[in-house]
């Protein structure tokens, strides 16, 4: 009896992370919290759309990065706005100048935060802001 009450919480554990048709389902269940799929995010390989994708920019959806496991900072940053998502919280992707250079970070109220979505970067300059309709504009959900 016992078994079969194991066995019914974990399907409906399973069921209730499934997420609405075409979006992704996996990663968000497999992460706890914000800080465990950021720590999962910092230690995938950073690799350049030219290099990955023979593109000078290209932002994958989230099942794409999930799957590939590596990626450039707007695909780190896509993936962690999308997993906050899926845990009720919600955030922009922020275009900012580091050192010269263009950078994503997230974004919430005109604050720039890392991809844990609680570090805060007040005096990242931001450059363009993306919400969450803007960000399904520039991915693409296969
Ligand atoms: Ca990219």
Partial sequence: MGKVIFMVCVALWAFSCSIQHGEPVGPDCFFE???????W???TPYVSDLSQFKRTEYWQ??????SNGRGDCEDKAVFAIWYARTQGMIYGLAVVDLNGTRHAMLERNGMVYGLDGHSTYPNMGILETYDWDAIKHKIRWD
């Fill in 61 to 66: 959806n989230p099942n794409e990065f999930w």
């Fill in 33 to 39: 919290n914000m800080d465990q799929m950021s720590q």
């Fill in 41 to 43: 995010l910092i230690k």
